[in-house]
């Protein structure tokens, strides 16, 4: 007897595409990749390709850089 869990699979065709855009919008709201998993229950690997798949548009590496007050 095995005990390597199953293989989770994306959801197919329509449904795929709902919860694509539904993190798409949530992601160009400003959340993370990693909040969105953690949300949703999906690895991150999978949430970037949904995100991928949707057309989403991806921020840099490492959140908002603020610029220093000038003196």
Do not use: C, N, W
Not at 25 to 52: D, F, M, P, T, W
Not at 55 to 62: E, P
């Amino acid at each position: 007897m095995s005990h390597e869990s199953p293989v989770r699979r994306l959801l197919p065709g329509p449904d795929r595409d709902r919860v694509a855009t539904d993190l798409k919008s949530q992601y160009e709201a400003g959340a993370s990749i990693r909040s969105l998993a953690q949300s949703s229950g999906r690895s991150y690997g999978a949430v970037h390709r949904l995100l991928s798949d949707a057309g989403a548009d991806f921020r840099s590496r490492g959140g908002v850089r603020l610029q220093p007050p000038t003196p």
